[in-house]
């Protein structure tokens, strides 16, 4: 019997355990494109689901506000009855049925579509927010994966000099040489090592995004210098004031206020509550030959509440117009931050592009070839240790700086999109020729 168990529960931890392997490969994520990083966020981000259980909830509201006020029954029923010449009153049975006045369930119904249409329009903004987030990420990712890759190339190279170093110090070379050679390796290393806790730190930040439990480092994305272009702002200015989600969702709270303002506007008005009475006759004791003796007498009854208290619904339509004001003041102020948005970046992507021109087509190529005479001139003896150093951190620098210009140069791209509600997978809308 032991040993039945015991061979139970090893089963039982193997199963686990490859369960728990396949679970780990299932989790694994290997893209490296940005339309695998969207599609990721998109379906997994837990914040973006919440902002969609929002909306889900703000649309079954819309049902509950348009609807009629539950019907009331009442029965009274009578411990001493009433006697009345056609018998004794036993039970009395009141249904009745409260009905707004004209207009206040349709501006209820109005109020709930356009608090819900605003929602609608927040989450199609957090759907963008978080893109935004993942593309600038992704892309700051993949410099850092650049500056890894020329920090290790520049680091490579200097260590190759070493030894050749070293054999010029032992025939009499000067000692200097080799000492200042060392302390540019060091330095090498210790950026190297910088940059490697850097993508430590990104990795983990694009994981909270992507909605993924590995703690391990993801591949670095693929992606190269973007196309340099020149956008028409105008046009741009136009596109976010017609479809920034944002811009849309104010748009909405603006409508739900005008319908609000309207729904405090009928509160003057009575609402109208119709009723059907029954009441129940015993047999007659008293007269049982009267006319209509045991037969139990019903009527409508109609009755409106009285809206006297005048201060309470001046100040609901105050509330509502002050609301409306403020949400349209609220729009104005969005928009104007959104097109400074779309001038700032328009002016960085100019700059990023303007370096980009300058890096990638004059000063790489000569800093390239700078580095290469360096290099042989060293080997044959021709120059010293110091002008190789110079011009191998010449030209990582530059080469560092080039995809900076090419990561800010996308980065502000996905800003200006985003801005725009433009697709992020597709091209900027380029200036008119007209």
């Known amino acids: 019997m032991g040993s039945f168990r015991f061979i139970s529960c090893l089963r039982l931890g193997i199963c686990l355990f490859i369960a728990h392997l396949s679970l780990g490969q299932e989790k694994a994520f290997t893209a490296t494109t940005l339309e695998a990083y969207l599609q990721q966020a998109q379906k997994a981000n837990p914040s973006l689901k919440a902002f969609e259980a929002h909306y889900d909830a703000a649309t079954q509201r819309i049902p509950q506000v348009s609807a009629l006020p539950d019907p009331t029954f009442q029965i009274t029923h009578f411990v001493e009855s009433i006697q009345t010449r056609t018998g004794p009153q ?4 009141v249904l009745s049925q409260r ?10 119904e109005a109020a709930a579509s356009a608090e819900a249409e605003a929602l609608w329009f927040a989450y199609q903004n957090r759907q963008l927010t978080l893109a935004r987030a993942v593309s600038l990420m992704y892309y700051e990712y993949g410099y850092t994966g650049h500056a890894i890759n020329l920090t290790r190339e520049n680091l490579a190279l200097l260590e190759k000099l070493e ?35 850097k993508r430590v730190a990104q990795s ?3 994981n909270e995004l992507l909605a ?13 210098a973007p196309p340099i272009e020149e956008l028409d702002a105008r046009s741009l200015a136009i596109a976010i004031e017609a479809n920034n989600p944002e811009l849309e969702m104010l748009q909405r709270k603006i409508a739900s206020a005008e319908a609000r303002k309207e729904i405090a506007r009928l509160e003057n008005y009575p609402d109208i509550t119709l009723g059907l009475n029954y009441i129940q006759v015993g ?17 409508f009854t109609v009755a409106v509440n009285i809206p006297i208290w005048f201060n309470k619904y001046d100040a609901g339509r105050a509330e509502a117009l002050a609301s409306k004001r403020a949400t349209e003041n609220e ?16 002016a960085r992507l100019n700059d990023a592009n303007r370096r980009l021109k300058l890096y990638g087509e004059e000063l790489l190529q000569l800093a390239e070839q700078a580095a290469e005479i360096t290099r042989s001139s060293y080997e044959s003896g021709r120059t010293g240790i110091l002008e190789v150093i110079d011009s191998e951190r010449s030209l990582l620098e530059l080469q560092t700086l080039y995809w900076r210009a090419a990561a800010d140069a996308w980065q502000q791209r996905i800003v200006i999109q985003t801005l725009a509600n433009q697709p992020l997978l597709g091209t900027l809308n380029p200036v008119s020729e007209e």
């Open 212 to 224: 993924l439990s590995t703690d391990s480092s993801l591949p670095w994305p693929t992606w190269q």
């Open 90 to 93: 036993e039970n009395a049975f």
């Open 204 to 206: 983990a930040q694009l």
């Open 99 to 108: 009905i707004p006045w004209f207009g206040k369930l349709g501006s209820r």
């Open 283 to 299: 047999d007659p004791v008293v007269n049982p030959t009267t006319p209509d003796a045991g037969q139990d007498p019903w009527g």
């Open 331 to 346: 729009y104005q102020s969005r928009l104007n931050q959104l097109k400074s948005d779309l001038s700032a970046s328009l």
């Open 163 to 197: 030894p050749i170093t070293e054999e010029k110090v032992k025939v009499g070379g000067d000692l200097n040489t080799l000492l200042r050679l060392k302390v540019e390796i060091g330095k090498i290393a210790d950026q190297l090592q910088s940059l490697e806790q």
